[in-house]
């Protein structure tokens, strides 16, 4: 059974970085064809695609804000780490870790519970 | 990037209709890379339809996925009270992938 739940602030002010890590179990991120991604939603709004990576360290970012992400994997603890600059009350969403592993990467097939990150000062 | 238009915004409907969702892409997607999730309240989204018309795992035979080229058709074909949700599909033939806006199904 694939589980996957994120951590981080659930609060950040606006120009401050935020650090989000995926926690997973039920597969690992060696496997081939496999890839643990981040996915967005603010209050009442659409999905947003943000950033992937790999199982082979094939990192993949959305192109408006690629600027101001970085996805990391330490695949000893089974965790994937977001790193997204420059926080601006426009982030404010739910923030959801995603698993793939149709080798596209773009199949989320179990999705985390997300977690509320608020910008606001 | 392809934008896909999914139509209509709400769809009020009861219980035991049949629902039609239409996710309309922008330039032609190949089957094999749309997809569709569903989103109940307070939920995460989890994936229905994978290649246009294929279910995932457990997914009930209520739900069907069809269409090619630009258009795509997600069909419930009677609706049960846990089926009022939202609606996403998705493309990833071209990069980068993309999300529709949505359609409600609301219970009337």
């Known amino acids: 059974q694939i589980t996957l739940k994120e951590s981080g602030p659930t609060l950040v002010k606006p120009t401050q970085t935020l650090t989000l890590t995926c926690t997973f179990s039920g597969f690992s991120l060696t496997t081939s064809g496999v890839g643990v991604g981040w996915i967005r939603q603010p209050p009442g709004e659409a999905l947003e695609w943000l950033a992937l990576?790999?199982?082979?360290?094939?990192?993949r970012y959305s192109p408006s804000l690629k600027s101001r992400l970085t996805i990391t994997k330490d695949t000893s603890k089974n965790q994937v780490v977001l790193i997204m600059t420059n926080m601006d009350p426009v982030d404010t969403a739910t923030y959801y870790c995603?698993?793939?592993?149709?080798?596209?990467?773009?199949?989320?097939?179990?999705w985390g519970q997300g977690t509320l990150v608020t910008v606001s000062s | 990037e392809i934008v896909l238009t999914q139509s209509p915004g709400t769809l009020s409907l009861s219980p035991g209709e049949r629902a039609t969702l239409s996710c309309r892409a922008s330039?032609?997607?190949?089957?094999?890379?749309l997809t569709w999730y569903q989103q109940r309240p307070g939920q995460a989204p989890r994936l229905l339809i994978y290649?246009?018309?294929r279910r995932a795992a457990g997914i009930p035979d209520r739900f069907s996925g069809s269409g090619s080229g630009t258009d795509f058709t997600l069909t419930i074909s009677r609706l049960e009270p846990e089926d009022f949700a939202v609606y996403y599909c998705?493309?990833?033939?071209?990069?980068?992938?993309?999300f529709g806006q949505g359609t409600k199904v609301e219970i009337k």
């Open positions: 998705q493309q990833y033939d071209r990069s980068p992938q993309t």
């Open positions: 330039q032609s997607v190949s089957s094999s890379y």
């Open positions: 990576i790999q199982w082979d360290d094939d990192k």
């Open positions: 995603v698993h793939s592993d149709d080798n596209s990467g773009y199949r989320f097939d179990s």
């Open positions: 290649g246009a018309s």
